[in-house]
């Protein structure tokens, strides 16, 4: 997953849209405002909350800057995770979601 997002799709102009298979904005923007309250997630969130749907309305580089799977190496996520190998900060990132409620 690590390898996926931060090599491969990140690796893609900042410009490219996304565009996921199914609506996952809405639910992902609350485990993520749980990780890290940056300004970045809290307009993701007014945005999520004010959108029915949010699928093709963002960038690779949007997602760089919200999705917190893309951002392992920033201090906040780490010290939310315990962790600082961006391997282990996206394992605990995922174990911490699967168990989100």
């Known amino acids: 997953m690590h390898t996926a997002l931060n090599k491969t799709l990140a690796a893609l102009p900042a410009e490219t849209k996304v565009y996921p298979g199914h609506e996952y904005t809405k639910a992902n923007v609350q485990f993520a405002v749980s990780v890290l309250q940056s300004d970045p997630i809290k307009k993701l969130q007014v945005f999520a909350e004010s959108n029915a749907e949010t699928q093709g309305k963002f960038t690779i ?41």
């Open 61 to 101: 580089g949007d997602e760089k800057l919200h999705n917190v799977f893309m951002r392992v190496e920033d201090p906040g996520i780490q010290k939310a995770t315990g962790e600082t190998d961006p391997i282990k900060v996206m394992a605990k990132l995922r174990e911490m979601k699967n168990n989100f409620k």
